[in-house]
């Protein structure tokens, strides 16, 4: 009895002692204070034309809590507890805004009171807008520590918007409005509760989209179009080289190997080897909306590597020894080129890795499709010419099905910067074939094959500058801090976007092709292969109208589609066959051309005197002039020669008179060509020199290839004035300002396609715009403009110099439309590239808040 007293006591003295307590301390103190509350409203910015979400969040915190002592640390309150989804995901952000936060206290025990704003603009959509505001209790209550309200009052605001789905119980409602009152400290039910409005409004947008999902397909086609592009062009040079027989077969075999190294770009990268304390993390920063970078959709494997750097240098190779010495290749030669994948598998097995049941699979269905090829080909063919291409063609085989076992395996993906010498030795023993090919091609270039010291020495320089960027990368130590600028080349020589490569194999190729073209280029010289060569280069001249080509730049659609549009209209440029029927122009002296330039000028000349002798005889018929008189001069103002109507008479003779050389050698044209381009682009190429960035570059690398791809921006323009004087006699037209237009219908779409991602496409610019566009594709479209018209009549000028004439006699002044017409264009094409220059350089948008990491949109 006694105890129980005892312990009753007790528990009075505790409740007492607890009730003096609540007494001293203030309520504001002890913890939770009132009821927050968070406003959202979700509205229209026109200016933006956007959709913009608004939040602005009240609440107090007790004095001396912990989320007193968090605010004071931090700087700044923390709202959030909700998420923004649009079409139920995660919306991109193309902007963010907010103003400082207001903190309020009455005094050093008094609660503070926390008032903060924020603003989301999200991407910008045309059309239907959704918008879905999901509330997060869970995270409201982790966002906010003890001391802060418990209790919280979420008012969803959205004037002028639909309210098409609510869910979850709601404490009040209206037109525009939707209030839910929820406990983030009460007992979490079993199963939780979702509370979300969707809103729906619709809203016509002039400007362009601030978002694009671009998808692998996507960039798998674009990248399709632009070697379909490539392809053509080679296809042609292939069968010209190839001669007269087979040509159908040449090309058709170079577009098979076209069509099949895009077809390799659809497998993915095979996932590397790794030890088990050692994993790889993506990281992949995107400022603003626009979705994922291209890198994160598709990132090349090591299969389409294998076929752009093994097996195409090695049907290069042997074609160049079939047109070095009109036969296949020897078996020595095939023989070099089937045991590199051999090679690579022994030193892989020397590295400890043993290709898996997977990959002795595909080694043996590789040798089983190579044995049937060679069958089918040597025994089963009627032709001679098909059975002694039998060994080469199974030879190629082997290489294209062994390069596509070797591109599943791992190790040509692994990202591992430990990897053993053995493994690194395996993925570079299949580099050598570009250089090989590289070097083969100096005997056709310089029309005399160099010396066993030549090739060695040019081969190994070759093969060291190819690979010695990933073989340094890979021995060397990494950078300080966590920071190595060799990074990028850590991965092997045959996956990812690597730049250097590229930009060699591409200098390379175009100092080849020059020379191949001036070592042909004499007076009254034209080389078998020179067309499909011009073609070749205006290719490249598009592929560096960007800076370096990479399969970064290849998979953007602008860039692909003017690699196409430029293949195809090549055709039209330089007609297939031009080269025979255009021989004769290029062969004419400049005794010659004076005589044509004269015939031309005095059969202009009767044909205007006898168009003012019609005009004037109307009257001298009606007053003293006889029909007789008038038949005989009329007859004696005919346009000399006998074949063809007067008119054709007098084309014929202007083609002949304009259409020449002039006893010119091409080269020298060629070069002056190129002078005269790059001369008349200067303002526009200077501008973007020092303004605009490289496209398509890697970042954090050792070399200069940011200025090195400016550099190739800046000169691709002598590639189309050099193509426009070497090959001005096989040009499509008959005057000069005929084929330089003829050449600008070409090489306008081509400048023009790559600006139109780059200034409107999400995927490519952070900020789209349509004025950007405008700028951007009327400066390159009138710089184009420009370089051909002023090409155009420059030649016109140097025809009639060379033939003793005045340009006034070429070209009449007096009539207008001959001033009027290219004149004009040249200086409207002048105005609009200055004029977008100015508009780009000054005309800059109103500043815009900083954009947030497009990552999943949470407002925790």
């Not at 009152?181 to 619709?202: C, G």
């Not at 400890?352 to 090829?373: D, E, N, R």
């Not at 004269?598 to 007053?623: G, N």
């Not at 096989?730 to 600008?744: D, H, Q, S």
Request: a positive charge; glycine letters at 10%.
């Amino acid at each position: 009895m006694a105890s129980g007293r005892t312990r009753r006591a007790v528990v009075g003295v505790l409740l007492l002692f607890l009730a003096c307590s609540c007494l001293v301390v203030p309520a504001h103190a002890r913890g939770g204070g009132g009821t927050g509350s968070i406003t959202i409203t979700v509205g229209w910015d026109r200016s933006r034309q956007e959709v913009v979400v608004e939040e602005t969040c009240r609440y107090e915190v007790a004095a001396h809590s912990k989320a007193a002592a968090a605010l004071r640390e931090d700087g700044a309150g923390h709202c959030g507890g909700y998420d923004i989804l649009r079409q139920g995901k995660a919306a991109d952000l193309d902007g963010w805004s907010n103003r400082p936060d207001t903190v309020t206290q009455a005094g050093p025990d008094a609660p503070l009171r926390v008032r903060s704003s924020f603003a989301y603009y999200l991407a910008r959509r045309d059309g239907a807008q959704d918008v879905r505001i999901v509330l997060d209790v869970k995270g409201l209550a982790e966002a906010h520590t003890a001391g802060s309200p418990a209790v919280w009052t979420m008012k969803v605001s959205a004037p002028e918007w639909l309210p098409r789905e609510i869910r979850g119980p709601v404490d009040s409602q209206s037109a525009n409005a939707v209030v839910w009152r929820v406990n983030t400290v009460a007992a979490a039910p079993k199963k939780a509760v979702v509370r979300s409005v969707t809103l729906v409004r619709t809203e016509a947008t002039t400007k362009p989209a601030s978002e694009r999902e671009q998808t692998r397909g996507e960039m798998l086609t674009v990248f399709a179009l632009a070697v379909c592009g490539i392809g053509l062009v080679a296809a042609l040079l292939v069968a010209r080289l190839a001669g007269r027989a087979g040509q159908r077969r040449w090309a058709g075999a170079t577009m098979v190997l076209a069509v099949v190294a895009s077809l390799c770009a659809w497998p993915g990268t095979p996932k590397p080897v790794l030890s088990s304390n050692v994993a790889v993390g993506t990281i992949s920063l995107t400022i603003g909306g626009g979705g994922p970078p291209p890198g994160a959709v598709w990132t090349p494997g090591p299969v389409l590597g294998m076929w752009l750097w093994f097996v195409l240098p090695l049907a290069g190779w042997w074609f160049t020894r079939r047109v070095v010495t009109g036969r296949p290749p020897s078996r020595r030669v095939l023989l070099a080129g089937c045991l590199s994948p051999v090679a690579s598998l022994l030193l892989m097995a020397g590295g400890g890795l043993v290709p898996t049941a997977t990959g002795w699979s595909g080694i043996g269905m590789a040798v089983l499709f190579t044995l049937l090829a060679f069958l089918s080909i040597r025994y089963l063919a009627e032709l001679s010419t098909v059975r002694r291409w039998a060994l080469t063609a199974t030879a190629l085989v082997w290489a294209g099905f062994s390069a596509i076992v070797l591109g599943r395996m791992p190790i040509m993906a692994d990202y591992d910067p430990d990897i053993s010498p053995w493994e690194t030795a395996a993925v570079v023993s299949c580099s050598w074939p570009m250089a090989a090919w590289l070097t083969s091609l100096l005997g056709p270039v310089l029309r005399r094959p160099p010396g066993i010291v030549t090739r060695t020495v040019c081969f190994i320089a070759l093969w060291a500058v190819l690979v010695s960027p990933f073989v340094w990368a890979r021995v060397r130590e990494g950078g300080q801090n966590g920071f190595d600028a060799w990074g990028v080349y850590q991965q092997p020589f045959f996956t990812g976007y690597a730049t250097f490569p590229l930009l060699v194999v591409l200098v390379c190729g175009i100092a080849l092709q020059l020379a191949y073209l001036l070592r042909r280029g004499e007076a009254g010289e034209f080389a078998q292969g020179a067309e499909p060569v011009g073609r070749v280069l205006l290719v490249c001249g598009v592929l560096t109208a960007v800076g370096i080509p990479t399969l970064r730049t290849l998979t953007m659609w602008g860039q692909a589609v003017a690699v196409l549009v430029v293949a195809l209209g090549t055709l039209l440029v330089l007609p297939v066959g031009a080269s025979v029927t255009g021989a004769k122009f290029q062969r004419v002296s400049r005794a010659a051309h004076a005589r044509f330039m004269d015939r031309w000028v005095t059969t202009q000349l009767v044909w205007d005197t006898r168009a003012d002798f019609q005009r004037a005889a109307r009257s001298a018929l009606a007053e003293d002039m006889t029909v007789a008189d008038f038949s005989d001069r009329w007859r004696g103002l005919d346009v000399p020669g006998r074949i063809g109507d007067p008119a054709k008479r007098l084309a014929r003779a202007r083609r002949f008179a304009l259409g020449t050389s002039a006893g010119v050698a091409p080269r020298t044209a060629g070069l002056a060509g190129a002078a005269a381009a790059l001369t008349l682009a200067l303002p526009w190429a200077t501008y973007k020199l020092l303004t605009t960035a490289a496209v398509g570059t890697d970042t954090l690398m050792p070399f200069h290839l940011a200025e090195l791809s400016k550099a190739l921006r800046f000169g691709h323009w002598a590639l189309y004035g050099f193509v426009f004087g070497y090959f001005y006699a096989l040009l499509r037209g008959v005057t000069p300002v005929g084929k330089a237009t003829f050449l600008m219908l070409v090489l306008v779409p081509a400048e023009v396609f790559p600006m139109l991602p780059l200034t409107v496409d999400p995927q490519y610019t952070a900020d789209p715009s349509w004025t950007d566009m405008a700028a951007a594709c009327g400066g390159v479209a009138g710089q184009t403009v420009v370089v051909c018209m002023g090409l155009g009549l420059g030649w016109e000028w140097w025809l009639a110099r060379a033939a003793g004439m005045k340009w006034s006699q070429v070209r009449n002044f007096r009539r207008l439309s001959s001033i009027t017409v290219p004149a004009g264009t040249v200086l409207v094409a002048a105005a609009t590239a200055f004029a977008t220059t100015v508009a780009g350089t000054w005309a800059q948008p109103t500043p815009e808040p900083p954009p947030q990491p497009a990552a999943a949109v949470s407002a925790k």
